[in-house]
Antibody, heavy 121, light 112 residues
Framework: QVHLQQSGPGLVTPSQTLSLTCVIS??????????WHWIRQSPSRGLEWLGR?????????DYAISVKSRITINPDASKNQFSLQLNSVTPEDTAVYYC???????????WGQGTMVTVSS | QSVLTQPPSVSGAPGQRVTISCTGS?????????VHWYQQVPGIAPKLLIS???NRPSGVPDRFSGSKSGTSASLAITGLQAEDEADYYC????????????FGGGTKLTVL
């Protein structure tokens, strides 16, 4: 059974960096079939895809245009996890952040528990 | 404003049938990309309800079904139960520059 466990701070100061980690159990971040995503949800923006990482003989990343200049998603095969870094945050980045697994049909079949992140001084 | 358009709310009495629409465009649903549906209870992560237009993951009751035609998709729930009260979201892939994975704005289902 695949499980995603998120961790990270719930409060980030404006202009600083938001950092979250998603630990995978029951699957591998280096899987040749799965892909690993970050998605956020807020009342103002709804569900918003942020980016993904996946391994197909080498590592690939894709990012949403809305955050492309500020986002980094890093896999860590040694710890079987992947992380999200979002730089220069503003109050508009306040949201619940989820990690998720993309299945073979391009849907998200496994989700982390979610982390509420508030950007405030 | 979401790339995929859903009605903000629908309602129905127990035992009734309801449908939730999801309207996209030629860069997502109309381009042939799969549509997926999620059920979300407040405070909990979304749960995959319908995969790839009309497939139910293991454990999802057959009261839930999905369909797709042209630039739109629909989720149907028959034999409505109180436990079905939740938010429902559609999701697809978009080939335009606005973002690759796109969601609907969500529909609140109220069981009367």
């Amino acid at each position: 059974q695949v499980h995603l466990q998120q961790s990270g701070p719930g409060l980030v100061t404006p202009s600083q960096t938001l950092s979250l980690t998603c630990v995978i159990s029951g699957d591998s971040v280096s899987s040749n079939s799965a892909k690993w995503h970050w998605i956020r949800q807020s009342p103002s923006r709804g569900l918003e895809w942020l980016g993904r990482t996946y391994y197909r003989s080498k590592w690939y990343n894709d990012y949403a245009i809305s955050v492309k200049s500020r986002i980094t998603i890093n896999p860590d095969a040694s710890k079987n996890q992947f992380s999200l870094q979002l730089n220069s945050v503003t109050p508009e980045d306040t949201a619940v952040y989820y990690c998720a697994r993309e299945d073979s049909t391009s849907g998200f079949d496994i989700w982390g528990q979610g982390t509420m992140v508030t950007v405030s001084s | 404003q979401s790339v995929l358009t859903q009605p903000p709310s629908v309602s129905g009495a127990p035992g009734q049938r309801v449908t939730i629409s999801c309207t996209g465009s030629n860069s997502n649903i109309g381009a042939g990309y799969n549509v997926h549906w999620y059920q979300q209870v407040p405070g909990i992560a979304p749960k995959l309800l319908i995969s790839a237009n009309n497939n139910r993951p293991s454990g999802v009751p057959d009261r839930f079904s999905g369909s797709k035609s042209g630039t739109s998709a629909s989720l149907a729930i028959t034999g409505l139960q109180a436990e079905d009260e939740a938010d429902y979201y559609c999701q697809s892939y978009d080939s335009s520059l606005s973002g690759n994975w796109v969601f609907g704005g969500g529909t609140k289902l109220t069981v009367l």
